[in-house]
């Protein structure tokens, strides 16, 4: 699930703090989709954080930033225990959000969910119709279950996003998930595009090709602005370049004042803005790139110092030194590529974004390239 966000101009001194922290506290799934991040299953796993540890992680969290916690998975709502945790951040002054499956999200549970300070929930669609969505998911009723999931939050005034996950299945399908996600009064609709990574190996022959990707972010752009709820996508950082380029072709400058968070917010965030939180306690750039970044029982539950250390994050904050054409496009602030596409393309999680069509106006440093 992505929210509003923000983040900072690059530069020397700039103080970089997590705005945004996914995590998955549990792997256990019921379902079995195609594209799993996790290839999660229904567990239980080993090893996963408890309770006391999740507490500690949070306070450090919070001593230091204030962030928006996705509590995500596997389900969340797997754990017996998630009411507790989500009560907690909120208590500690975190915006708690989740992710969860719509199978457990009944009418009590969207009512606890309240209860414990959850400000919003997102619920998968892979379909506009239960033959889509199930076939995609490979659990008969899924599409069934997310609709009872949607209804429930409804009831209980529960804020709500729609999330797709974007393919050659479903591309066809996306204006229909579109005002299906309007007609069920969702708050926002946030297309992704796949990142081949976990079960989603699978779906390599599935991802659209560049050119498609390219269209379907104009589209997204051609939408936003009647579209009556928020409308962006993730895993999809060169959207900010695109809406750069088509506000500049129609004469407007963005600027924080002029766009508001559509000026501020950035593609790939991981490491600079974002991070990820594993069940066992691993720390990534983000959920898609299993780069190991820290370790929370190793750190002594000390994320702050992982966060300000880790020499992956470290890397995601130096954009001058991506390699090839993420290194000195003109709109590597604002977009920055898809760390884990480029790492499950090439093996270089420094690599150019390899869904990237854009020909930067600027010339490679052939100094820099020498030296590289």
């Known amino acids: 699930m992505q929210e509003h966000h923000s983040h900072q101009p690059s530069g020397a001194d700039k103080k970089y703090v997590p705005r945004l922290i996914a995590w998955e506290v549990t792997r256990s799934c019921e379902l079995n989709c195609r594209h799993c991040r996790a ?3 229904f567990g239980p796993y080993k090893n996963e954080l408890t309770t006391e540890e999740i507490y500690r992680t949070l306070e450090n969290i919070a001593n230091f930033s204030k962030p928006i916690i996705i509590l995500t998975g596997g389900n969340p709502l797997q754990r017996d225990d998630i009411l507790d945790i989500a009560r907690y951040g909120t208590d500690l002054g975190l915006r708690m959000v989740m992710s969860p499956c719509g199978k457990l999200m009944t009418y009590k549970m969207a009512k606890d969910l309240l209860k414990a300070g959850v400000k919003r929930i997102s619920i998968s669609l892979d379909g506009a119709t239960a033959e889509t969505h199930d076939n995609f998911r490979r659990v008969p009723g899924a599409f069934e279950d997310a609709m009872q999931g949607i209804e429930a939050a409804k009831r209980a005034g529960l804020e709500f996003q729609i999330n797709t996950t974007v393919t050659k299945h479903n591309v066809h399908e996306l204006e229909k998930i579109l005002d299906l996600s ?3 009064g969702a708050v926002a609709f946030s297309p992704f595009l796949l990142v081949p ?28 602005q009647d579209a009556r709820l928020q409308l962006r996508p993730t895993c999809a950082p060169h959207y900010y370049r695109i809406f750069r380029q088509r506000e500049r072709e129609q004469g407007r400058q963005v600027t924080p004042q002029t766009h508001g968070l559509d000026a501020m917010s950035k593609g790939c965030m991981g490491g600079q803005s974002f991070a990820f939180i594993s ?4 720390v990534q ?14 750190a002594d539950y000390d994320f702050e110092h ?7 994050f470290l890397q995601m904050r130096d954009l001058d030194h991506y390699h090839g054409r993420c290194g000195y496009c003109e709109y590597r602030t604002v977009c920055g590529g898809c760390r884990a596409r480029a790492y499950a393309t090439t093996g270089d999680y420094l690599a150019e974004e390899p869904y990237c ?16």
């Open 279 to 282: 069940h066992v306690g691993k």
């Open 197 to 224: 990574t976990g079960r989603g190996k699978e779906l390599e022959k599935m991802e659209i090709d560049p050119k498609e990707y390219e269209r379907v972010l104009n589209w997204i752009y051609d939408k936003r």
């Open 182 to 184: 309007i007609k069920e």
């Open 39 to 41: 290839a999660a299953r």
């Open 357 to 372: 069509i854009y020909q930067p106006k600027r010339k490679p440093n052939k100094m820099k390239e020498a030296v590289n």
């Open 306 to 312: 992982i966060w300000n250390t880790s020499p992956v």
């Open 285 to 298: 750039i983000c959920g898609f790139l299993e780069t190991e970044c820290g370790d929370i029982r190793e």
